[in-house]
């Protein structure tokens, strides 16, 4: 059997697998609008792969106040209780385009697939869109202590898959997720808008521009 290049391909979640990245930025929206922070979709960018705590401390910036830790405990749970609400409500026909027919695609040669999510949410949205039994492993925000750009997420996925980091290809649409690749020593794929994923290796509009065949060929290696 020809040697790839690649074993296994990490997904994020979030704005990758499925829209959810929409229902984060609402519900961040929500909280910013009640507490009179200025927040538009240009601030949200900042906070795509970053974890709850994190975003909610880029947020509370823009508003130059001080809170205490228990206001920030408060306002981080009513987010995600609005969050919960969106989530709740999801079926698969919020899974993006491209997500399933890669996955199979992949599958088919032999290819490890995985989540590597900040998300705490994970397992609810994968079983609301019914794709939890289409990787080998799912490894979320629960599973961490660091977030992304720090590449631990990506570390526990690979040895988890068993499979070295040099060998993964993760898919990202956040700046500090291909960050956290590119520190875990992990080919990094882009997906969604070129100048913002300008660090990203290659970048895809959708999962549907990717297959396993066009993966192959994305690098080449002499052994
Ligand atoms: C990431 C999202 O996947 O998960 C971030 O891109 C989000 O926007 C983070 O803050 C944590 O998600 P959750 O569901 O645990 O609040
Ligand atoms: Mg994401």
Not at 81 to 101: C, D, H, N, Q
Not at 110 to 131: D, F, P
Not at 152 to 168: H, Q, R, W
Request: hydrophobic share 45%; glycine share 6%.
């Amino acid at each position: 059997m020809q040697t790839m290049w690649f074993d296994a391909c990490i997904f994020d979640l979030d704005g990758v697998i499925v829209d959810t990245a929409k229902y984060h930025f609402l519900a961040w929206k929500r909280l910013a609008d009640m507490l009179d922070i200025p927040f538009s979709e240009k601030e949200n960018e900042k906070l795509k792969g970053v974890s709850r705590l994190a975003s909610l401390e880029i947020i509370l910036e823009l508003s130059g106040k001080k809170y205490t830790d228990s206001e920030k405990a408060k306002f981080a749970e009513m987010k995600n209780t609005w969050y919960v609400e969106f989530v709740s409500r999801m079926t698969p026909s919020e899974i993006l385009p491209g997500a399933i027919e890669l996955l199979t695609d992949l599958k088919s040669h032999g290819i490890k697939t995985a989540i590597g999510s900040a998300s705490k949410n994970t397992l609810l949205i994968l079983e609301k869109v019914r794709m939890k039994d289409l990787f080998d492993t799912i490894t979320d925000g629960n599973m961490v202590k660091s977030a992304k750009p720090d590449p631990e997420i990506f570390l526990v996925t690979a040895s988890m898959l068993n499979v070295k980091p040099d060998k993964c290809i993760v898919f990202e649409d956040s700046v500090a997720g291909i960050k956290a690749a590119h520190k875990a020593g992990m080919y990094g794929i882009g997906v969604g808008n070129k100048e913002i994923l300008i660090e990203a290796d290659y970048v895809i509009n959708d999962l549907s521009e990717m297959s396993f065949l066009k993966l192959t060929a994305l690098k080449t290696i002499n052994q």
